[in-house]
């Protein structure tokens, strides 16, 4: 398949001609109106600078169905203990910053530029993208970040700097979906720790079908301060 060239026209080609390994098209920017049209075709940005942005659509997409969260006994205990508390749309760029910074296996460096914190920030400000904190007392330990559109929820990245934290988030964040009308969360490309909570495999063609039907409904747009409880 050949690599498409995104210019200052707002527009992408058709996701199902992305590359085997899902690389659709190369070039353009974050800004909002585009990253909110990649999202609602099921493209999504990933790329290390000094790269230019890249645009994937990957075969098969990894989804997390928001009742089919993955919740061990241990970490049922967790929930019970009350240790954490957790937010919504209270410290959206520190948990930005928090994904950025976070050690992860295998990895050097982030994706997470200063470009893409801004760009991520201006849409949380439009009420499109959202955070979920995980605090410990009053230190945020944990959390992750995505944008909502009609009744898709796409996560971009998590972090913790306390056992469990990011579990809890995720956790936290299926709960109140599902009580929204979430089915899906897209958790775009599979790891292990998504596996363990859940995440699975499904073809592109069925992603991008229930995609367009999720687009249908109303946007849960603003911040979703209404989800927190005291802490």
Known sequence: MPLFMINERLAFP???QA??????????DLRPDRLLLAYSMGIFPWFSPPDPVLWWSPDPRCVLFTDEVTISKSMRNVI???????TFDTAFLEVMDGCRSVQ?????GTWITSEVIESYFRLHKMGYAHSVEVWEGKVLVGGLYGVSLGDMFFGESM???SSNASKMA????????????FEIIDCQIYNDHLGRM????????????RLQAGMNRSTLKGHWHHFNTKR
């Open 14 to 16: 058709d996701p199902e």
């Open 19 to 28: 590359t085997d390994e899902g690389l659709l098209a190369v070039g353009g």
């Open 80 to 86: 019970n203990q009350q240790k954490f508390s957790v």
């Open 104 to 108: 992860r296996p295998g990895q050097h």
């Open 159 to 161: 972090f913790t700097r």
């Open 170 to 181: 995720l956790i936290h964040l299926c709960r109140t979906l599902q009580k929204e009308g």
């Open 198 to 209: 859940g995440a699975t495999h499904i073809p592109r063609a069925a992603f991008l079908s």
